[in-house]
């Protein structure tokens, strides 16, 4: 199907799902309406339930979430074995922006602590934006960066507090 016709064909109720979800985080807030069906053609949502894992340490990767609502709780594997919480998020969140980026395996688990909904961008819906549609995929690509980075930050900082001369 051409880009043009794809851009006035209906959505499906999949796809009104996925974009009403989208449509709660304030990191879409900027884009076009058309832009939004774009998006919501390309990603998906899923409800995961608590204790559920969304994904593990060491899996393959090929996708990243937009925490709508809920509670994932960020989990690495220390060098005792046992596991240390990273991070909670909760709506508004993003979790695995790397796996879209990279090949390399996940490195942390991500549970739910409560019911959770996510948006999951795959890769593969990545790159189809990024070439398809390279406005809307560079607009989208500054925003994941934008958040990798305030999360580098936060890790940063924390790993500051926590460490010893």
Known sequence: MKQADLLHKELNEHEEKTRDYILRLPLFDAFKSEDLDVLARHMNYTEIMRGE?????????????????GLLEVLKKSMQGDYRTLARLGKGNTIG?????????????????????????????????????PVLGVTLLKKIMRLLSLNMRRTSSKLADTMTL
Do not use: H
Not at 53 to 69: A, H, N, R, S
Not at 97 to 121: C, F, G, H, N, Y
């Open 53 to 69: 894992y969304l994904f593990t340490e060491g899996e393959k990767g090929d996708f990243m979430c937009f925490v709508v609502q």
């Open 97 to 133: 922006e790397m796996s879209i980026v990279d090949k390399s395996p996940r490195s942390a688990s991500v549970i739910a602590r409560q019911p959770t909904v996510v948006i999951i961008l795959t890769k593969k819906g990545f790159d189809i934006l990024t070439n398809r549609y």
